[in-house]
């Protein structure tokens, strides 16, 4: 078995300290989990495991109480930042060098766990051979997968139910992933140091807003700091933080004008439910953080608040006062 987490090396650059964290809570969870499955655990390869298994029913069964037990984290009101792993599983001999171990089944299983989805399992043929009708798990195939420096032809199958786009057993169903949404640090269009400062503010202005006020679920800003400039679509995104809906902007300036565009899309099909721009005067600068903020979290009251079933929302303090404000 390899494990990996996803999004580290990333989160690193963003906030070391932040991974570090996450990096120690993931292998104080994982380190019991492998010992009561018979695991044992040969190496740590940075943010993973290299982990041998003396039956391939106990290590799928471990791998589903690792995501279990992630998710469960996950959705804990304290936990610190968002733990995704991958995990992939392979049977096969194996060579002993010292504490170490090395041959083809190694290699094929550290190719088949980058094919899992974050939060999500990948078995190979051999390991759902040994499985079937021992361990109750749904399969789907990959088509040809692509799997580097190996020769032979490798059936590899994502184990269904276990991705992070799923609920937890025990978690609200879909509904409730339509009540999480993420913003998106806001993008400075300027070379002005300055206006990368604003639009920092506006991103955080408006997190808080969210979490204080509506009867919506926001992301951490550490969880989505790893996401500026990273180049990733929408869908994959939301994916990844197991979001409905995302949020995400750009500041202009010219002179004392500022124009802030906004945009809210949702997370399945990367299609805008709502945008706006907003063309003001630069005069205090958090006061205008506050406008834009509590003016996007009014209309994400209109928008989406109303599709939520009444069983997911929380008691919203914004008042009719404020949707008026927005509309000026």
Known sequence: ????????????????AMAVRLLEEQRSLLRPLFGSHGGRVIKTLGDGFLVEF?????????????????AQRNSGPR???RLLL???????????????????AVNVASRIEPL????????????????????PVTCRELVAPSLKNVESPIQVFRVEGTSSDRPAAGAPGPAASFVRLAVLPFRCLSANPADRVFAEGLTVGLINHLAQGTALRVVALTSVLQYRD??????????????GSIIEGSVRRSANAVRIAV????????????????DRELVDSFALEDEIALGVTTVLQRQLVARIPPAFRRPSTIGPSTAAAVAS
């Open 1 to 16: 078995m390899f494990t990996d987490m996803v999004g580290f090396t990333t989160l690193s650059q963003r906030d070391e």
């Open 54 to 70: 003396a039956s391939a029913v106990e290590s799928v069964r471990c791998a589903q109480r690792i995501q279990g037990t992630i």
């Open 79 to 81: 936990a610190e930042g």
């Open 86 to 104: 991958r995990v992939g599983i392979h049977v096969g001999d194996i060579l002993g060098e010292g504490d170490d171990i090395v041959g083809d």
């Open 116 to 135: 899992a989805d974050p939060g999500g399992i990948c078995v190979s043929g051999q390991v759902l051979d040994q499985i079937r009708n021992k361990v």
């Open 230 to 243: 990273a180049g990733k679509r929408i869908r994959e995104i939301g994916r990844e933080l197991a979001v």
């Open 263 to 278: 945009q809210l899309v949702d997370a399945g099909s990367e299609e805008p439910i709502w945008a706006q721009h907003f």
